[in-house]
């Protein structure tokens, strides 16, 4: 299965969810500036305009207006950006934290995708999954899934991530017992 399309039910799973999620209160813990509006994606669940008037074919009514789903759109998420994030060496680190799966960050550079292809196969074995951090393009995301060879990779940023484990590179896999490059 493609990894673009993997990234896309999991966006799309996880916007299902927002209608049972809708009623709870909403606290902001952290607000980069380059908060994009939830305005969109909630539009599709909230739309109730269906037409009710069926054809003699008796065809199943029809939304007056379609609902645009941003999140379908994966060009709506770039540029991705993780301030405080760069490309370069990271230090083993032991640790003992709770992660219940081993994950990975990295970006569309060149280090990246050259640590990606080296590593893909252990990422496989220990079932990581991955953190896209930095990319400009479309180009880029085609790419890294390209390189990716099956492994789960989501765009995201990864600051405030980054600043709790007191990281400040990538590309990285980070385990419950440690930081590695």
Known sequence: MNPVNCGLKAILLF???????????LTVIYDS????SIAPFLEAFNSTEFSLSQNQSNQAPQLLHPPQLGAADIESLLPI??????PGLVLP???D???????????????SKQWLLENRDRLKEVGAV?????ADTLED?????????????????ATDLA?????SHYPVLITAHGIEQ
Do not use: C, W, Y
């Open 141 to 157: 995301l085609r790419r890294i899934a390209e390189i990716s060879g099956g492994l789960s990779i989501m765009p995201a940023s």
């Open 163 to 167: 600043e709790a484990l007191k990281i």
């Open 97 to 111: 934290r709770p992660f219940a799966q081993p994950f990975f960050l990295i970006g569309s550079d060149d280090l």
């Open 130 to 134: 991955g953190m896209l951090v930095q």
């Open 33 to 36: 500036g380059d908060t994009k």
């Open 81 to 86: 950006r993780s301030p405080g994030l760069t």
């Open 93 to 95: 680190e032991n640790h």
């Open 15 to 25: 916007l299902s969810l927002i209608p049972a999620l809708a009623g709870a209160a």
